[in-house]
């Protein structure tokens, strides 16, 4: 199958700084990157979803200056938490699409990042 | 928009016997219904998918199934063994929405020996 690598695997920061996470599609060029963030003992909840070359579409009640989506090139996508405050504090995974074929509509997950802010 | 509604959020089953878990969607425009493993602190993994044009697929001791008049879909774990224990996650999506996923509650299935 398709591997996505994330990066860093764990961050702790200072209340108020900001955090960039990436998200790389190893062996496939990912025409879609979706950001989920995951609390403790409950479901993935989609953020927003990344096109190549596009602004990101964000989900109702996610803040797109606060939570800043960078999709740069077909490999490659970031997520900036600015100003993060400990209510940040979560598991976010990034998953990325369009390995083509038979693989359509898969979604292949990266190894998520376990943001604590203090 | 889309919502996904799964039962149980917990399940505990001795080893050997079955597990099942259901799926409720609303959107009858979904297509792809994925079911995830995922084990504490990582990713999750695909462990089986049904698209809208089959009712059932098996694949060893997992099996999916879909009813798409009543907007259902189930998963069947057979012979349970303690490394299944883990929260399995179902899913919904449809293609013109670029394959956005709307995942359910997850369920905590726990296999004891």
């Known amino acids: 199958g398709a591997v996505v690598s994330q990066h860093p695997s764990r961050v702790i920061c200072k209340s108020g700084t900001s955090v960039k996470i990436e998200c790389r599609s190893l062996?496939?060029?990912?025409?879609?990157m979706f950001w989920y963030r995951q609390f403790p003992k409950q479901s993935l909840m989609l953020m927003a979803t990344s096109n190549e070359g596009s602004k990101a579409t964000y989900e109702q009640g996610v803040e797109k200056d606060k939570f800043l989506i960078n999709h740069a090139s077909l490999t490659l996508s970031t997520l900036t938490v600015t100003s993060a405050h400990p209510e940040d504090s979560s598991f976010y995974i990034c998953s990325a699409s369009g390995a083509g074929g038979s693989l359509i509509n898969e979604q292949f997950f990266g190894p998520g990042t376990r943001l604590t802010v203090l | 928009g889309e919502n996904v509604e799964q039962h149980p959020s917990t399940l505990s089953v001795q080893e050997g016997d079955s597990a099942v878990i259901k799926c409720t969607y609303s959107?009858?425009?979904?297509?792809?219904f994925p079911w995830y493993k995922q084990e504490l602190g990582k990713r999750p993994q695909l462990i089986i998918d049904i698209r809208s044009n089959v009712g059932e697929k098996k694949d060893q001791r997992i099996a999916v199934t879909l009813n798409k008049t009543a907007k259902h879909f189930s998963l069947h774990i057979t012979e349970t063994q303690p490394e299944d224990s883990a929260v399995y996650f179902c899913a919904a999506s449809k293609n013109n929405q670029g394959g956005k996923l709307i995942f359910g509650q997850g369920t905590e299935l726990s296999v004891k020996p």
């Open positions: 062996d496939f060029q990912a025409t879609t």
């Open positions: 959107d009858s425009a979904s297509n792809y």
